[in-house]
């Protein structure tokens, strides 16, 4: 494994956004001059390696990288509210000319979900195939509910909208667990504060899988890129609430392996939350859901698919005329 120079800097791991402006050089400059194929994965910064021209990378993608296409709630999660915020939009806005013509760069493009597709080619220009992203299934089993709680799994940024969560599960009066950590914990234990919402922070995959085999559903309030977390609650056997937007409608199927709410707003999350009979789930349906998703399935869809790329490029190459080549 080969690092990039950002690898040395002291606690880099913990203070990964405050290095964001250091990412664009950190990645254009790994020498990958030595290999004919590239194959990245992306959301926001190995698009733009560079390359030798007779190369051909193929990046996989989950999505147009935020501080393009969701400019304000990313500048708000980036930073702290006031000073700090404007301080940043110049930065930021600096980084998304740059993702623009990085995403120029990689020779093709496999999307994670249709939802990342389409965004590929409303902000960058560029069409992209579709292999839906891997879930680890054994890493969970079946559970059966038997806990009288809602979980949340997330990372605790605004875009997420967990303060829709925690407002629904109080207007419902149901307790709810959240998992994960971010820069916006601190004000939304100020919106749960008085309410049944419980952070539990980081916590361990054996303790993930039980807390949600043991949930009521698994609740997923923001436009996701791909809808991993409802697949993870369907390996646990148990059923997902999600917003009907965005990669989430490609990953649930309503009435079968969850539910949709299509307001995003607290009242309209709590109505299904009061309601909710996860009785009506069949644990072994909403597994078989998630079984489709394999790591092997991912591994053979995106060789099957890299190589056909790879292909169309060939023929592509050699039906030039000789004096275009």
Same mark, same amino acid.
């Given at each position: 494994?080969?690092?990039?120079?950002?690898?040395?800097?002291?606690?880099?791991?913990?203070?990964?956004?405050?290095?964001?402006?250091?990412?664009?050089?950190?990645? @254009?400059?790994?020498?990958?001059?030595?290999?004919?194929?590239?194959?990245?994965?992306?959301?926001?910064?190995?698009?733009?390696?560079?390359?030798?021209?007779?190369?051909?990378?193929?990046?996989?993608?989950?999505?147009?990288?935020?501080?393009?296409?969701?400019?304000?709630?990313?500048?708000?999660?980036?930073? /702290?509210?006031?000073?700090?915020?404007?301080?940043?939009?110049?930065?930021?806005?600096?980084?998304?000319?740059?993702?623009? @013509?990085?995403?120029?760069?990689?020779?093709?493009?496999?999307?994670?979900?249709?939802?990342?597709?389409?965004?590929?080619?409303?902000?960058?220009?560029?069409?992209?195939?579709?292999?839906?992203?891997?879930?680890?299934?054994?890493?969970?089993?079946?559970?059966?509910?038997?806990?009288?709680?809602?979980?949340?799994?997330?990372?605790?940024?605004?875009?997420?909208?967990?303060?829709?969560?925690?407002?629904?599960?109080?207007?419902?009066?149901?307790?709810?667990?959240?998992?994960?950590?971010?820069?916006?914990?601190?004000?939304?234990?100020?919106?749960?504060?008085?309410?049944?919402?419980?952070?539990?922070?980081?916590?361990?995959?054996?303790?993930?899988? *039980?807390?949600?085999? *043991?949930?009521? /559903?698994?609740?997923?309030?923001?436009? @996701?890129?791909?809808?991993?977390?409802?697949?993870? /609650?369907?390996?646990?056997?148990?059923?997902?609430?999600?917003?009907?937007?965005?990669?989430?409608?490609?990953?649930?199927?309503?009435?079968?392996?969850?539910?949709?709410?299509?307001?995003?707003?607290?009242?309209?999350?709590?109505?299904?939350?009061?309601?909710?009979?996860?009785?009506?789930?069949?644990?072994?349906?909403? *597994?078989?859901?998630? @079984?489709?998703?394999?790591?092997?399935?991912?591994?053979?869809?995106?060789?099957?698919?890299?190589?056909?790329?790879?292909?169309?490029?060939?023929?592509?190459?050699?039906? =030039?005329?000789? =004096?275009?080549?």
């Amino acid at each position: 494994m080969r690092t990039s120079f950002l690898q040395r800097v002291p606690f880099s791991n913990r203070a990964f956004r405050l290095l964001a402006p250091f990412y664009p050089a950190a990645f @254009e400059q790994l020498d990958l001059s030595e290999y004919d194929l590239i194959v990245s994965s992306t959301t926001a910064w190995s698009k733009g390696v560079r390359f030798r021209p007779d190369a051909f990378h193929v990046c996989y993608i989950h999505t147009v990288s935020r501080f393009v296409f969701d400019y304000e709630r990313y500048v708000g999660g980036f930073t /702290a509210r006031g000073a700090a915020t404007l301080l940043a939009r110049p930065l930021v806005t600096r980084l998304a000319r740059w993702d623009i @013509e990085a995403a120029r760069r990689p020779s093709a493009y496999i999307a994670s979900s249709h939802n990342a597709a389409e965004r590929i080619r409303r902000y960058y220009g560029r069409e992209a195939l579709v292999v839906p992203c891997p879930v680890d299934v054994d890493r969970f089993s079946i559970g059966f509910g038997d806990g009288d709680f809602f979980l949340a799994v997330s990372r605790l940024l605004p875009y997420k909208r967990l303060e829709l969560a925690i407002g629904a599960a109080a207007m419902a009066n149901v307790a709810l667990k959240i998992v994960g950590q971010g820069p916006a914990e601190a004000a939304l234990r100020r919106i749960a504060k008085g309410t049944r919402t419980e952070f539990l922070g980081v916590v361990s995959d054996a303790e993930l899988g *039980r807390l949600m085999g *043991r949930a009521r /559903a698994v609740v997923v309030p923001g436009e @996701e890129d791909f809808g991993l977390v409802a697949l993870e /609650a369907n390996a646990s056997g148990r059923p997902a609430i999600a917003y009907a937007r965005g990669g989430a409608l490609e990953t649930v199927r309503g009435g079968v392996t969850g539910e949709f709410f299509e307001d995003a707003q607290p009242a309209a999350l709590a109505r299904l939350l009061e309601d909710f009979d996860p009785s009506r789930y069949d644990p072994r349906v909403l *597994r078989a859901h998630a @079984e489709t998703f394999r790591p092997e399935r991912f591994i053979e869809r995106l060789r099957t698919t890299i190589d056909a790329l790879i292909a169309e490029r060939n023929s592509a190459a050699s039906s =030039q005329p000789l =004096q275009q080549r």
